[in-house]
């Protein structure tokens, strides 16, 4: 059953609103926010995750502080257009242990957010030393309950959070702190999800992760530390795999490609070795072909490029192509191809494209690999990203100088191969126009996509070291304000918990499960452009989670130019059941398509999810009501006047006609 809600957001509230955004940014370019004016002028610490903490629909910031001991939560308030700092402090106060990653999500699955918050007692001199983890559930009045659940330690690499069961509660793969046999043995923290009192010691079962996965297979993969291990879709079904990334002893690092087969675990796909100097990997479909790419950066001293290794898979049928096994028709986008690859083998060849952004920088200038000021491991990453809204994810690049904004742009054979160039693969051209606000940002430890207002553009955030070791870092906040004439859309798949108003207890009012985003799932859809070609694209939802991220609990991408509504809309989540998606047409662009996939336990399919839609006016709405009321004034007007014309002509008439009638009597 669909549910389709549709809430234009017309009123005096939004034409004020949309004045006031229009007068206060009014070029084409980037814009920097003071951060007085946006509720952070107290702030103290690093932004270290995403989250719609209270549910509104409006996504806030997980800061942890300047000596790494706590975590508050800033909520965004629509209205004021600022961050509200909580008013008791800091709501996750841990001492004598250095907290090293924080992930939100709804942990004891009441549909309410909660966070896991990671932290050791000594990471400079012992980087695989015991790794806490609690984790703190929300309590939906914007404080977390301060009896914490104590999770079994991991050690080494940081764990990552996923669904392995298929159930869609988070559960947790990584490295035990006290196993009794093998230290190097993958173990899994299940999720029970059978109790919600916070004391409980079996609220996650650690156990071996030789169920699932091959124990050799992975005994020959130590994870890196740190590494960028990933949960999303790489086959094509819409069923989130696994991306391990593995250590060898002489500091080479290869990747292990797991695919997802439902209730038979994982297999092992592919084994790739990464380039020396290679960093932290990020995922995207940089190519609109509807399959996930690869993006890391590789630096040797300062010398610096950026390579894009492309999913070669089926992709979408052309009109007069029948569906087959060498292509996906546009209603059966998730279909899995089994025969996937990455070539990791050959740069500048058709499906790997290198850009050589050392040429664009400048002397002494390189790409920043991590954060060394951090206490703790903390690498950073390249950020895909569709700022223009064209359909192609671009870039954002912190270098040890500034944070650069890289736009997409189609191969030339001055960038990429004739045979890149000729498939028409992608490549980067630095954005020099406009960006005043995000260059002369000093001292970048990280730069980030983030839709600061939820308006459907994707703004920057750079969070600037202060130089001082730990977590001290000052958020600048960086509006997108380009004018693009270009759609999009925004989604975002729940976790399942409850179908409409989850019960928070019997007092209180129950809420609707927005803050509680599921990792792993997965959009796929297709556009129709301005030439009339289809084109199909994909986006995961929080793909990674072990060194603080900072993914967005959504998914904002451009649909390019298109006269034409979303024609085909698929939204998977990682249950293990045939029909682990939902098929949803007609999307209207520029909108918010919220997936609840809620599922009672006798049914078996997507059936029963709902979808909530959106719609978010431009700022050209209010000005389109103005003159549809002036022409509505100026018609009546018109009418007006005609009919006291017309009146008055009748009165004359019946003179004229008493007059002959009087005239003839006589």
């Known amino acids: 059953m669909f549910k389709l809600l549709l809430l234009p957001l017309l009123g005096t509230a939004v034409f004020s609103q949309s004045f006031e955004y229009a007068t206060r940014f009014p070029q084409n370019k980037l814009y920097s926010l003071d ?28 800061v942890l502080s300047s000596d790494q001991s706590s975590v508050s939560v800033y909520t965004w308030n629509h209205q004021s257009f600022k961050f ?37 007692e000594d990471v400079s001199n012992n980087a695989d030393g015991e790794i806490v983890m609690r984790v703190y559930t929300g309590n939906g009045n914007d404080t977390f309950d301060p009896e914490y659940i104590q999770l079994p330690s991991a050690r080494g690499p940081l764990p990552m959070v996923l669904d392995i069961s298929g159930d869609m509660r988070p559960d947790l793969l990584g490295y035990a702190w006290d196993a009794t046999t093998d230290k ?27 169920t699932v996965f091959d124990k050799v297979t992975t005994g020959n993969c130590k994870w890196a530390h740190p590494h960028s291990n990933a949960f999303l879709d790489l086959d094509g079904d819409c069923l989130a795999d696994l991306v391990f990334v593995c250590e060898e002893k002489n500091n080479q690092k290869r990747i292990q490609l797991w695919t997802n087969e439902r209730k038979d675990g994982f297999k092992l796909s592919q084994t790739l070795y990464l380039p020396d100097g290679a960093g932290a990997l990020s995922f995207a479909d940089m190519d609109g072909d509807g399959s996930i790419d690869i993006v890391f950066p590789v630096c040797h001293g300062s010398t610096c490029k950026i390579h894009v290794v492309y999913n070669k898979q089926m992709g979408l049928c052309s009109t007069n192509q ?30 790997y494209v290198v850009f050589d952004i050392d040429a664009e920088l400048d002397d002494g200038e390189y790409i920043q690999m991590e954060d060394a000021l951090f206490r ?90 202060t130089g001082r070791k730990g977590a001290d870092r000052t958020p600048n906040f960086v509006i997108n304000n380009y004018f693009n004439d270009a759609f999009f859309l925004k989604g975002l798949v729940s976790n ?22 599921y990792p792993g799932a997965t959009f796929k859809f297709t556009v129709l452009d301005t030439s009339g070609v289809k084109r199909v694209h994909q986006v995961s939802q929080l793909s990674q989670s072990a060194y603080m991220p900072l993914q967005t609990p959504y998914c904002l991408f451009g649909l390019g130019r298109t006269n034409n509504y979303v024609e085909e809309m698929f939204a998977g989540v990682t249950r293990h059941q045939e029909h682990n998606y939902l098929f949803y047409e007609g999307v209207i662009p520029n909108s918010q398509l919220i997936f609840i996939p809620y599922q009672p336990e006798n049914i078996k399919d997507s059936s029963s999810w709902k979808v909530e839609l959106y719609i978010q006016p431009a700022d050209y709405v209010p000005w389109v009501l103005v003159a549809l009321i002036a022409a509505a004034c100026g018609l009546g007007i018109v009418v007006g006047a005609l009919y006291w014309a017309e009146k008055r002509e009748d009165e004359t008439e019946r003179r004229k006609a008493l007059h002959i009638i009087n005239f003839d009597a006589l």
């Open 35 to 62: 951060q007085g004016t946006i509720g952070l002028d107290d702030f103290d610490g690093t932004i270290a995750a995403f989250g719609d903490f209270n549910g509104d629909k409006f996504t806030d910031l997980f």
């Open 84 to 120: 509200v700092a909580p008013k008791t402090g800091p709501q996750i106060k841990i001492d004598k242990l250095v907290i090293t990653n924080i992930i939100p999500g709804d942990y004891n699955y009441d549909g309410l957010l909660d966070v896991l918050v990671m932290s050791q």
């Open 184 to 210: 190097d043995e993958l173990n899994m923290w299940l999720n029970k999800g059978n109790s919600l009192n916070t004391n409980s010691s079996d609220f996650y079962e650690r156990v071996s992760a030789s």
């Open 322 to 351: 029948d569906s087959n096994s060498s292509c996906r028709k546009a209603q059966n986008l998730c279909v899995a191809d089994p025969g996937f690859t990455f070539d990791f083998d050959n740069p500048q060849s058709e499906n």
């Open 376 to 465: 703790g491991k903390l690498p950073v990453a390249i950020h895909p990203g569709d700022y223009n809204l064209d359909g192609y994810p671009d870039l954002l690049v912190t270098t040890n100088k500034r944070a650069i904004l890289l736009e997409s742009i189609i191969c030339t054979t001055e960038l990429c191969s004739k045979k890149a160039t000729s498939a028409s693969k992608r490549s980067f051209s630095i954005v020099n126009k406009g960006v005043s606000a995000l260059t002369d940002v000093t001292r970048p430890s990280q730069a980030v996509f983030f839709d600061i207002d939820e308006n459907g553009s994707l703004d920057m955030l750079v969070l600037q070291s």
């Open 496 to 517: 399942g918990v409850c179908s409409s108003y989850c019960p928070v207890d019997p007092v209180l009012p129950g809420l609707k499960p927005y803050g509680v985003s």
